[in-house]
């Protein structure tokens, strides 16, 4: 039987409200949980379009840092110092579509780095729009 994850979708939402939403940022929110496992969704606002319909290169990566960010929380609970230490992005194809999707799975989870897959989708398309690698670190005192 695998792990459950250690956190559930209202969790994440919640802490990430209250830590990042009070600059009124338009946050994604946490669709699906499982242990190393993460599906969040963003409603696309204006600021996040570039011409021709397309969701921007920036938005597409924000989310997957912030989908790593909550793949990670599955695994070890919300931890709010787990920081970013890389972050490299394929753009595949144009992203259009109303929702950003982002879907993050821990490759490898050590005591202090671990490695996400993260895959991106327009809600206008099945097709992979994306696909970023993110490590994270943890604080040393884990």
Known sequence: MSPKSKVSCEEVDTFLSETF???GRN???THMVDFGYAEIQLKVA???MRPGGFISGPTQMAISDHAAYVAVFTQVGILPMALTSNLSINFLRPCIGERLIAKARV?????????ISVDIYGSGSEKLSAQASVSYV???DM
């Open 21 to 23: 939403g009070n600059e």
């Open 27 to 29: 946050l994604p929110r």
């Open 46 to 48: 204006p600021l996040d």
């Open 107 to 115: 490759l490898k989870s050590g005591r202090a780095l671990y490695v």
């Open 138 to 140: 943890l604080p040393r």
